[in-house]
Every structure is written in C-alpha cells, then in structure tokens.
C-alpha cells in the first residue's frame, strides 16, 4: 500500500512536490509547475504548499 509522504531525497524546498510525485508516478517538475500556476492564479497554491508542508510526514529512513 502506497503512502504520502514528503521525500528526503531531492527536495527543493520541503520536498512536498517530490512526495506528491512520487505518489501519483509523475515528474516533480509537473508538479512544481502546477503549483506555480496556482499560486499566480489563484493564490491558493502558496497556501496548499504550507498546508501540505506542516501536515505531511517526512518519509522514513531507510536502512540498508
């Protein structure tokens, strides 16, 4: 089962666009550019990053 989290490797700010990329299998770039639209357009990007950045876990270590 898959899980949401915000991605340790290969984050730009606070990894939530690589997390949700991660999840949905697309690239971090496409997500960073939506919310970049959003946040011009409607203001609402900025406020789901911050959302998204206090409520979404980090994802775990892993151990090899």
């Given at each position: 089962?898959r899980?949401?989290?915000?991605v340790r490797d290969?984050?730009?700010?606070?990894?939530?666009?690589?997390?949700?990329a991660?999840y949905?299998?697309?690239?971090?770039?496409?997500?960073?550019w939506?919310?970049?639209?959003?946040?011009v357009?409607?203001?609402s990007?900025?406020?789901?990053?911050?959302?998204?950045?206090?409520?979404?876990p980090?994802?775990?270590?892993r151990?090899?």
């Open positions: 089962m899980k949401l989290y915000r290969g984050k730009k700010i606070a990894g939530v666009c690589g997390g949700l991660k949905f299998n697309v690239s971090p770039t496409v997500v960073r939506l919310f970049v639209l959003f946040a357009a409607f203001s990007g900025l406020i789901a990053y911050i959302i998204l950045m206090i409520f979404m980090i994802e775990p270590e151990v090899y």
